[in-house]
């Protein structure tokens, strides 16, 4: 942390702030210009409230200099994190297709879009057991039953399941669920992160839909503080002004995170437009930025979902997707 004063800051003041700042832990360096002195504050700061100093009259600014997030930073981890889900790699170079319906819905319904996306090259299936619908009136998931569904859909096609946790003491159903999602509505509930920071499985967590990249960090720091350093962050579209798409995707986090942390990064282009037409476009872009991966919903019947029809891909329109992926990815890839 770097305290800038304000030129006229008293000789008084300003040793009492130094007194008060080592009596914090840290070593104070002080530079001493023609208009304005600077304390380099050297050791751990993280615990110093830095809103509490800019606030005291003779302080001009304080700028910090290392991270908040300091498990998922690129600087204490330059090398990028690679997760391994059942042979699926992601990240470092490694690109992963996660598909598969917004909800399981029956037997029929999760088998059959196991098994087409897994023709067209899917490497996880998704499927949601636990639904976090706005309205309590709209369906819910199938719960207990759903999860059964979808890892009988897994063992039959091979594919690792993704599926969403929506509260702790839902966990003992997810035993064998490969990939825990944390979805967008609860990427800053903290109990339920510290909990899934004890499990020693992948974890993707979801961008809130009102979220800073830096929060999504630091919600991705909360889980790998427990020692679970397996996070896949996940970019679904953020809430702005404009209402013609569901949210807004902000590809530019894409980016932006890969050089703030070593932790893979996917796109879901499914929540981030709310629209199957724009799920296409959307996907490119995001192979073509950077991203490790892609998670998108496909049904096997959108007309009739349960959830999230109008962006879910029918098998067919995934099969395309992925063959265009493929070609992207060729051409982008580093
Ligand atoms: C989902 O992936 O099923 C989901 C509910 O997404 P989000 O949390 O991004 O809204
Ligand atoms: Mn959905």
């Known amino acids: 942390m770097i305290v800038i004063l304000k030129p006229d800051a008293s000789e008084e003041k300003r040793s009492r702030l130094i007194g008060w700042l080592k009596e914090q832990g840290v070593e104070v360096h002080i530079s001493q210009g023609a208009y304005q002195t600077v304390l380099g ?45 059942g042979g699926v790699k992601i990240g470092g ?7 598969g319906p917004c909800s399981v819905e029956s037997e029929e319904q999760i088998v059959a879009v196991a098994r087409s996306v897994k023709a067209s090259g899917a490497q996880l299936l998704r499927g949601g057991a636990f639904k976090p619908r706005t309205s309590p009136y709209d ?16 063992r039959e096609t091979g594919l690792p399941i993704v599926s969403e946790v929506m509260a702790a003491s839902d966990l003992p159903l997810f035993e064998d669920v490969d990939v825990i999602q944390i979805g967008a509505r609860n990427m800053q509930n903290f109990d339920l992160l510290r909990e899934v920071g004890k499990l020693r499985k992948p974890v993707l967590l979801k961008r809130g839909m009102a979220s800073t990249a830096k929060e ?62 724009l799920v296409r476009p959307m996907a490119l872009a995001a192979a073509a ?30 099969d395309k997707l992925a063959g265009e992926v493929r070609r992207v990815r060729q051409v982008t890839a580093k």
Not at 140 to 153: E, F, I, R, V
Not at 252 to 259: D, F, I, N, S, T
């Open 289 to 318: 930025c950077g991203a490790d991966g892609l998670m998108i919903e496909v049904h096997n019947d959108p007309l009739h979902a349960l959830c999230d029809g109008a962006q879910a891909l029918r098998p067919e329109e995934y």
């Open 41 to 85: 504050l050297i050791g751990d700061a993280s615990h110093i409230d830095r809103d509490l100093v800019a606030g005291l009259d003779i302080v001009d600014s304080v700028k910090t200099v290392t991270e908040p997030f300091k498990c998922c930073s690129r600087r204490s981890h330059p090398d990028d994190t690679v997760v391994e889900v």
């Open 216 to 277: 999504l960090l630091m919600s991705a720091e909360y889980i790998m503080a427990g020692g679970n350093e397996q996070v896949i962050l996940c970019e679904r579209g953020i809430r702005t002004f404009d209402d013609c798409t569901r949210n807004t995707l902000d590809l530019a986090v894409v980016p932006v995170l890969h050089e703030l942390t070593h932790l893979p990064v996917i796109v879901d282009p499914s929540h981030a437009t709310g629209a199957a037409k």
């Open 93 to 99: 170079g490694h690109f992963c297709m996660i598909a």
């Open 139 to 154: 369906f819910q998931g199938l719960k207990a039953d759903g999860l059964a569904l979808l890892k009988m859909a897994g």
